[in-house]
């Protein structure tokens, strides 16, 4: 399926997911639900047939920050919990660019925790997949800010002591622009969710909870199958009370929405704000970092 999106650019003929591979073949586990998450990515890429020329990946550190090195794009593999300002000052000199964000729990909610508030408030147009295996993988096994208090890792041998983070009413708090939940063991909605991600103007954040076999064992595949639950095909996306009310009852039936929870095609973004404002004070309505230098001297 083509896309209609047309503000990316697109590649000459239709790619296909393979042409989204880079030649870094990716070193997860076996049985990790990264693998599935990559490929759903590949495939979302595919239908928006975006040029790979054009596409930015950013990451920092972790198990799924590994993923700019499996992907057909412009890449930095950043510090830990720092990919949200290297993305930031990506994308305000390259509006026209898609730049997303792949991370884990860890890196995005505690060590980088502090910059997802911002990515939401000032609504830069960047896509952010979480992927959330409740623990940090990459380091051998400690609890991470969405880890159940039931965990047991080198870190907490007795069990947490904290309750979990919840990513999507966290993301709703901050009024993120657009919120998603999808779940690694389904691909077709995972690919579905991405894709509708990147077409969205503005801050748009994917959580795919996914496994981490090696690591996580109470998190099983049995355990995700429980979880998840798909939101009614009748959620009105565009009501913000409306999703709060729905991820608060699944929250207290023990359950994960899955599905598009959050849109507003309303809001302006940040790098819009930042052109009028050069605009404002007498610059190039084009933005162009260089101009902006060259007005501050
Ligand atoms: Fe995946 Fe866990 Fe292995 Fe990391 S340690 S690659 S998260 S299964
Ligand atoms: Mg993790």
């Not at 930095?76 to 964000?101: C, E, F, Y």
């Amino acid at each position: 399926m083509t896309s209609t999106v047309n503000r990316f650019k697109q590649a000459e003929t239709q790619l296909e997911a393979k042409d989204y591979k880079s030649e870094v073949k990716p070193i997860w586990c076996a049985g990790c639900g990264y693998h599935g998450i990559l490929n759903s990515m590949y495939k979302a890429l595919a239908e928006l047939n975006i040029d790979p020329s054009q596409i930015i990946n950013i990451s920092g550190i972790g198990c799924s920050s590994r993923t700019p090195y499996f992907v057909n794009s412009y890449k930095m593999h950043t510090l830990h919990g720092r990919a949200a300002p290297v993305a930031t000052g990506a994308q305000l000199v390259n509006p026209d660019l898609p730049v997303i964000i792949t991370g884990g729990d860890g890196d995005g909610f505690s060590i980088g925790g502090g910059h997802m508030p911002h990515l939401a408030r000032k609504n830069l147009n960047i896509t952010y997949i979480l992927m959330d295996n409740h623990i940090y993988g990459l380091t051998k096994g400690q609890v991470s800010p969405t880890s159940r208090r039931e965990m047991k890792a080198y870190t907490t041998p007795y069990g947490g002591v904290d309750d979990p983070l919840n990513p999507v009413k966290y993301l709703m708090g901050y009024e993120a622009s657009f919120v998603a939940q999808a779940y690694a063991g389904q691909p077709a909605v995972c690919k579905d969710l991405i894709r509708q991600a990147i077409e969205h103007k503005g801050f748009s954040y994917v959580n795919i909870l996914s496994p981490c076999p090696t690591f996580n064992k109470i998190d099983t595949l049995q355990y995700y199958k429980e979880l998840v639950k798909n939101i009614p095909e009748n959620h009105d996306s565009s009501n913000y009370q409306e999703t709060l009310n729905l991820i608060n009852s699944y929250e207290t039936e023990g359950k994960a929405p899955i599905g598009l929870l959050f849109k507003d095609t309303t809001r302006e973004t940040l790098d819009k704000r930042m052109a009028d404002l050069v605009k404002l004070v007498g610059g190039s309505s084009d933005y162009d970092l260089n101009k902006i230098v060259d007005l501050a001297k």
